[in-house]
């Protein structure tokens, strides 16, 4: 069975810093795309940023480009999002996702955590 397990979430003051990590019960890890998604009260959920397998290519949402960085360790199983220079509207449950197809902002995912909270104080 697989699992993605989301952490770090919490509270945060606007301008600071936070690292989100999912790890993955996911055999052949390195072979899938990761994704992380975000959801907003009362928005739908949407596409923050996807690493690539093998070449850890990345792409991210305009929002967050220059503030976030998605990596991942595959000798680990896990993949983190560093989220700097925070705003307001960056409040929202954010999800871990494996096993993603797509390109540009637009993937599906598989496999899905469910999700830690961030809340970002002004």
């Known amino acids: 069975q697989v699992r993605l397990v989301e952490s770090g979430g919490g509270p945060v003051q606007a301008g600071g810093s936070l690292r989100l990590s999912c790890t993955a019960s996911l055999r052949s890890f390195s072979r899938y795309s990761m994704a992380w998604f975000r959801q907003a009260p009362g928005k739908e959920r949407e596409f923050v940023a996807v690493?690539?397998?093998?070449?850890?290519?990345?792409d991210y949402i305009g929002s967050v480009k220059g503030r976030f960085t998605i990596s991942r360790n595959n000798a680990e199983n896990t993949v983190h999002l560093q989220m700097n220079s925070v705003k307001p509207e960056d409040t929202a449950v954010y999800y871990c996702?494996?096993?993603?197809?797509?390109?540009?902002?637009?993937?599906?995912?598989?496999?899905w955590g469910q999700g830690t909270q961030v809340t970002v104080s002004s």
């Open positions: 996702a494996g096993s993603c197809i797509g390109s540009a902002t637009n993937y599906v995912c598989a496999y």
């Open positions: 690493i690539n397998p093998t070449i850890y290519d990345t």
